[in-house]
């Protein structure tokens, strides 16, 4: 059983947008801290953003440096799904983003899903 579902990437030429959303699959992750990873071929897991669970529906944002004033993370608290979106993506960007929920003794990772930037 896969808990976390991701969806939304595909091929976008440089400069575009996508948007990734993130849902569960058969439970709620409302007082989660969620985030996303992605991984490119060769490299490591790396961080890209997070939503920091700040008590009740209230959540702090937070980037990578690498990401930072191109990519929004967000969180629908109604049907909670989290999304991330991409604006003037880059070929560097090119890698399978993860979807992750975590809180102390619980960490959940999606399948993933392919984001290729290219022309």
């Known amino acids: 059983q896969v808990d976390l579902v991701e969806s939304g990437g595909g091929l976008v030429q440089p400069g575009g947008s996508l948007r990734l959303s993130c849902a569960g699959s058969a439970r709620t992750f409302s007082g989660y801290n969620m985030g996303w990873f992605r991984q490119a071929p060769g490299r490591d897991r790396e961080y890209v953003a997070r939503?920091?669970?700040?008590?009740?529906?209230?959540?702090?944002?937070r980037y990578a440096d690498s990401v930072r004033g191109r990519f929004t993370i967000s969180r629908d608290h109604a049907n909670d799904v989290v999304y991330l979106q991409m604006n003037n993506l880059k070929p560097e960007d090119t890698a399978i983003y993860y979807c992750n929920a975590y809180r102390s003794g619980d960490d959940v990772w999606g399948q993933g899903t392919q984001v290729t930037v290219s022309s």
């Open positions: 939503l920091l669970w700040a008590g009740g529906i209230k959540y702090l944002p």
